[in-house]
């Protein structure tokens, strides 16, 4: 079975700077996708960035980029110029690609709690 | 809607009592999840709907739990018996067929048991 590791609980950053949220993984599977959700008080799951294991280019989405390191199993998250609005609890899931099977379910790792400060 | 709709927002139940959660996906999404977030923890797989094929249900926690998905469109989540373990976020989400299909969330229903 597949795990996602985030070892920060809590990370906090000043505004206008730069933070990387760390996501380690485990599996024995060579095609999966790789997320990093966002969920601010609201509790409403946003999608921030996506990566597919199959490329090696690491994804970016203005401010938020990812570092994946597919032999390592890393997939940190970097946020640049940091906001106040990007406080909120970051989810790294993982979804295989393997056809069939249970490639539908996302496997989360349980957050980093991430504060921002004016 | 624009989006996955969840009711009620808020639960506050009584101990032994049950509990309904419903879900409305977002219009055309053929997929539909159930995940539950405790307090501390990450979300916690509960139950998949693919069209009219039968659920997955491996992730409900005991038979306490079950979930059905009328006309392919809404689900309800039920709970019966609830205990106070059972308090948590239960969050519905939705996505077209398919592993390429983006998962779009609710806001989820808080259900707190006394």
């Known amino acids: 079975a597949q795990t996602v590791t985030q070892s920060q609980p809590e990370m906090s950053v000043q505004e206008a700077e730069t933070v990387t949220l760390s996501c380690t993984y485990d599996?024995?599977?060579?095609?999966?996708?790789l997320f990093w959700y966002k969920q601010p008080p609201s509790r409403q799951m946003i999608l921030v960035i996506r990566?597919?294991?199959?490329?090696?280019q690491n994804a970016t989405e203005n401010r938020f980029s990812v570092n994946f390191q597919k032999a390592a199993k890393s997939f940190s998250l970097k946020i640049s110029d940091s906001q106040l609005g990007d406080a909120a609890m970051y989810f790294c899931?993982?979804?295989?690609?393997?056809?069939?099977?249970?490639?539908?379910?996302?496997?989360f790792g349980k957050g980093t709690l991430l504060t921002v400060n004016p | 809607g624009a989006g996955v709709s969840q009711s009620p927002s808020n639960k506050v139940t009584e101990k032994g009592k049950d509990v309904e959660l419903r879900c409305d996906p977002i219009s055309g999404h053929t997929a539909l999840y159930w995940y539950r977030q405790s307090l501390g923890q990450g979300l916690e797989f509960l139950i998949y709907f693919q069209g009219n094929s039968a659920p997955d249900k491996s992730g409900l926690p005991s038979d306490r739990f079950s979930a059905e998905r009328t006309g392919g469109s809404v689900s309800t989540l039920t709970i019966q018996r609830t205990q106070q373990e059972d308090s948590a976020v239960y969050l519905c989400?939705?996505?077209?067929?398919?592993?390429?299909?983006?998962?779009?969330f609710g806001e989820g229903s808080w259900l707190t048991v006394v």
């Open positions: 990566q597919e294991a199959y490329k090696q």
């Open positions: 989400a939705s996505s077209l067929q398919g592993v390429l299909g983006t998962i779009y």
């Open positions: 899931a993982y979804r295989s690609a393997v056809s069939g099977g249970s490639n539908y379910k996302l496997t």
């Open positions: 599996t024995s599977e060579s095609d999966y996708y």
